[in-house]
Every structure is written in structure tokens, then in C-alpha cells.
């Protein structure tokens, strides 16, 4: 029986605020306690950072969570161009401490509150996968508490550490990781901006941007039937980028950053404030405020990675129905099923007025690691929308057959056979997961649902 650890019982949710599960929730001070907690052998057990991926691996229904947020130290060798941290560390919190003494993070995903654990876990990718791949191909060494309650050290040399990286929490506790950093001179992107009027040409120029910039990203106009676009490329602006009469910049430290406060949103939207004419109306004011090419404008990070964050708890926008984010990545060779894709959303009358598009490459990645080299798409989607799941189901398959597969950090609803199916190294995960977590301890609704 463990008495001495904080605890809470409370009804959790992934970012879609969807799936709702309740569970016991642990919030462990130190190693010991995680430890504690693994021996005292529960039937099942999962980790949880800031609850930030869009579906239920960070849930355990009946279950215990064990909440990361204590272990949050951070450790700096500037010489080396390391990070070394405590899997509770956020994001937000890493860039506070880096940037200002020259350092970014290697891989970002497109929010800050995220933390390395999560991070690690999910083996977050970024605008930049095309040429620094995903967050586990900069981790040097992964601390965990596997299944015996046993603190193991794992490098990119031992297979499990690929299991760990990617594996959603079902290989073990993360307690610490050590991890390279970009140096950087200043704290601002030089971004350039391009308008397109449909989706072919956007996806030829981004091919040509692959090996033109570190950092790549278009917005889809997911209601124009050309499938409209908005590409955003960049790299991290050096001190002579900045001009001497830029006012804004120049008088601030080349390296300053800002983690401002933002605001809330509303803690109820109605029903269906998101619709076809409401996004519509966004879309098409976003594309025409976008300049029709633009080079060479000096942004901030906030602004340019992390634009939603500007707005705390956006994810209630869709109302207390939630939503869902759909994230897929297919094979290069596979390039004509992403307007087609984008079609079939038209037609069933879905708005989004978020859908992503990036690019991918080849490099190594874990088992469970979801970027393989091609594009993915990311688009978020009221729940309430009566066509839209057997869609979903229909386009899984159209998905699995040309070689793709699902964001499990995204993902709410697939089936277990898509999974299976998609996943191909999966049998080669689970003989990885045996061997850290040999009683099966850690589960999660994902793993329930997808019968991993």
C-alpha cells in the first residue's frame, strides 16, 4: 500500500477532450517513488506529462497514472550541446532556459506544453523532419523504471531504447533523457511566405524546399476545391540577418525570448460555432491576408512554431462535444492520395479550419515511431458529424493499402487491425516490450483499444 505519495481520483481526457476515463493519478516527488509505485504491482499503470496528445494514451481507465510533472530538473552543458532532463520537464519551461544562453531544441512539435517525456514517448516530429528527422534521433541516453521496477539506462545502440522511443508509455516510466541542442545566435526565424492556388503546385514547391530549409510547413485550405495553400519555410535567423533600422528586433537582445502569457478561451462554445460557413469565412480571410510571397521576414519563435498557443485551452473552440485530429502519413509514391484524401472531406461536408501538411524523411526511426519518408496530413474535426467515422474507417483502409499509417499520439478511433496492419514492425516492438515490462504493467486505453 502506498500512503506517503501525493494522489488524486479524477476523469481525464486527451487534448480532443474526448473518451473521458477515470483513474487514480500519482504525482511521484522523485525516482524512488516511481519505483515504489511500479513494485507495488497494480494491475495496470500509465504515464502522464500534460495531457497534450489528442486521443487516450495517457489515459487508464480504472487504472493508475503516474503524472511526471515533479521530475522537471534541468541541466545544461554548453561545451557538449547537451540538455539533460527530468521527463517532466516542459517544453515551454526548456526553452525558457536555452534560448537565452544560445540553444533551441532539436524537434518541435506545433506546441510548447508538451513535456520531454511526452516528447520522447510519442517521438514527436517538427517542421524539420525532411532534414533532422524525429526527437528520438537526438536523444543520447533514455533513463526508465521498467516493469520490475528496475531503473534501466538505454542509448540509440540497445533496440530497446527504439522501443521506448515511440512505445506511448508501454514500455516503462521515462525518468530522464539526455539530448543534443541546435545552437543558435538569435532568438528569431527568417521565414519566407508563399501563396498557392492549388494543391499540386504547393506539394512541387514544397519537394524543392526539402533540401533549401531546415524548417517546412504548408496550411491546406481544406474547403477550396483546389486545395489551396499557404507554404512557410524557414531557418534560424544569424545576427547579421537582422537589420540595423529594424526597431522591433534591435533593440532587444539578440537572444531575448518572451514565453508571454496568453489568453484563455471560453469555457463553452455552442454547438456548432464551427461549421462550413464559420470556417469558410476563416479560410478564406487567411489566405487573403497572406502576402503572395514574402522573403526573408524576421519572426519570433512563438509566432512561428507555436502559433495556437497563443490562445490557452484553444481546444474548446469545438465544444463540449470536443474533436479529433486526424494525422496520416503515405509514401512519396503515393503523392496523388492527399488531394484525393482532401476531396472525400468536401464531400461529406467536414470543416477544418486547421489541416497541415509536411514532409518527411527516411531517417531511423523505433518500431511503433510513426514518420516513415513521404507527407503527412494533420486535420482537426468537430466529433459531432454523423459521416464523418465510417469516412474515417473508409479512409484508414484506403491508407493501410497504399502503405501508410496513423499518428497513435493523435489517434482516438482507429481499429486494431488498421493498426496491426500499418504498423509493421510491431511484432518486433512487442518482444522489446516483453523484456522491460514483463508482467504487462503498463497499459492504456490505447493499448486496451488497439489490443497491443
Known amino acids: 500500500m502506498i500512503t506517503s505519495i501525493k494522489k488524486t481520483r479524477e476523469s481525464i481526457s486527451g487534448w480532443g477532450r474526448r473518451n473521458f476515463s477515470t483513474s487514480e493519478i500519482y504525482f511521484p516527488e522523485n525516482t524512488n517513488e516511481v519505483q515504489q509505485i511500479i513494485k507495488n504491482k497494480f494491475n495496470s499503470i500509465i504515464s502522464r506529462g500534460l495531457g497534450r496528445s489528442y486521443g487516450d494514451p495517457a489515459q487508464c481507465s480504472n487504472g493508475l497514472v503516474v503524472n511526471t510533472s515533479n521530475l522537471n530538473f534541468m541541466e545544461l552543458n554548453k561545451n557538449d550541446f547537451l540538455l539533460r532532463a527530468g521527463s517532466g520537464a516542459k517544453f515551454c519551461d526548456i526553452l525558457n532556459y536555452i534560448v537565452p544562453k544560445g540553444f533551441f531544441i532539436p524537434v518541435s512539435p506545433g506546441t510548447k506544453n508538451v513535456t520531454l517525456g511526452g516528447a520522447i514517448s510519442a517521438d514527436v516530429h517538427g517542421k524539420n523532419h525532411h532534414c533532422d528527422g524525429s526527437f528520438a534521433n537526438h536523444v543520447e541516453s533514455i533513463s526508465i523504471v521498467d516493469g520490475k521496477g528496475d531503473i534501466r539506462i538505454l542509448t540509440p545502440n540497445d533496440s530497446s531504447f527504439w522501443a521506448v522511443s515511440g512505445g506511448m508509455g508501454l514500455t516503462g516510466i521515462i525518468l530522464e533523457a539526455t539530448f543534443k541542442l541546435i545552437p543558435i545566435e538569435t532568438s528569431l526565424i527568417k521565414v519566407n511566405t508563399e501563396k498557392f ?38 531557418d534560424h535567423a544569424f545576427f547579421n540577418d ?40 476563416f479560410n478564406k480571410a487567411w489566405f487573403a491576408k497572406s502576402p503572395t510571397l514574402l522573403e526573408g521576414e524576421l519572426q519570433t519563435i512563438n509566432s512561428f512554431f507555436y502559433p495556437l498557443d497563443g490562445v490557452q485551452n484553444w481546444n474548446r473552440i469545438y465544444g463540449p462535444n470536443g474533436f ?40 531511423k526511426n523505433g518500431p511503433l515511431s510513426f514518420p516513415l519518408k513521404g507527407w503527412t496530413l494533420a486535420t482537426d474535426f468537430p466529433a459531432k458529424k454523423s459521416a464523418l467515422m465510417s469516412k474515417l474507417d473508409e479512409l484508414d483502409n484506403l491508407i493501410a493499402k497504399a502503405g501508410g499509417r496513423i499518428y497513435l499520439a493523435k489517434d482516438s478511433r482507429q481499429s486494431s487491425s488498421i493498426f496491426k496492419k500499418t504498423y509493421e514492425r510491431y511484432d518486433e516492438w512487442k518482444l522489446e516490450k516483453r523484456k522491460l515490462d514483463p508482467f504487462n504493467l503498463f497499459k492504456s486505453d490505447l493499448s486496451r483499444r488497439l489490443k497491443i
Request: glycine share 6%; aromatic share 12%; proline share 7%.
Open 242 to 281: 537582422i537589420p540595423n533600422n529594424n526597431n522591433e528586433f534591435n533593440s532587444l537582445d539578440p537572444l531575448y525570448y518572451n514565453n508571454n502569457l496568453v489568453p484563455s478561451a471560453p469555457s463553452f462554445f455552442p454547438n456548432g460555432i464551427l461549421n462550413n460557413f464559420t470556417v469558410g469565412i
Open 324 to 363: 479529433l485530429q486526424y494525422q496520416f502519413v503515405i509514401p512519396d509514391n503515393q503523392t496523388q492520395l492527399i488531394p484525393k484524401i482532401l476531396n472525400s472531406f468536401r464531400e461529406i461536408g467536414v470543416p477544418s479550419f486547421l489541416t497541415v501538411l509536411k514532409r518527411f524523411s527516411d531517417r
Open 197 to 234: 492556388k492549388d494543391i499540386e503546385s504547393l506539394m512541387d514547391r514544397m519537394v524543392e524546399a526539402d533540401n533549401k530549409f531546415r524548417y517546412s510547413v504548408a496550411w491546406i485550405d481544406s474547403l477550396d476545391k483546389k486545395g489551396r495553400g499557404i507554404l512557410t519555410t524557414g
